[in-house]
Nanobody
Framework: QVQLVESGGGLVQAGGSLRLSCAAS????????MGWFRQAPGKDRDFVAA????????NYADFVKGRFTISRDNVKNTSSLQMNSLKPDDTAVYYC?????????????????WGQGTQVTVSS
């Protein structure tokens, strides 16, 4: 089993940056693809980015390409989401998730473990 704890959310002005981190418990971190999702009030949960077990393969939603970068550290058991050029539309609760699949996929139902979420608010 994997426990995930996100951190790094907060309030930032449009155009600014934030870095989210996800700390994973357990000894099998490298068995999991790591993903980030977000959910704005009144909206469905959206895929943001994923990184495969090795860290070599990544996948991004079109609306964050060129602005967000996902990474992982398999020694520290962490995944990070660097968010640049933030827009008010990026305001949401951001969730870290872990999937036993090998590919950096975007299917939320294939992620077995989820963190509690961290709020990101971008002011205009």
């Amino acid at each position: 089993q994997v426990q995930l704890v996100e951190s790094g959310g907060g309030l930032v002005q449009a155009g600014g940056s934030l870095r989210l981190s996800c700390a994973a418990s357990g000894r099998t971190f490298t068995s999991y693809t790591m993903g980030w999702f977000r959910q704005a009030p009144g909206k469905d949960r959206d895929f943001v980015a994923a990184v495969d077990r090795s860290g070599a393969g990544t996948n991004y939603a079109d609306f964050v390409k060129g602005r967000f970068t996902i990474s992982r550290d398999n020694v520290k058991n962490t995944s990070s989401l660097q968010m640049n050029s933030l827009k008010p539309d990026d305001t949401a609760v951001y969730y870290c998730a872990a999937s036993r699949t090998s590919r950096a996929h975007s299917i939320d139902t294939w992620y077995e473990y989820w963190g509690q979420g961290t709020q990101v608010t971008v002011s205009s």
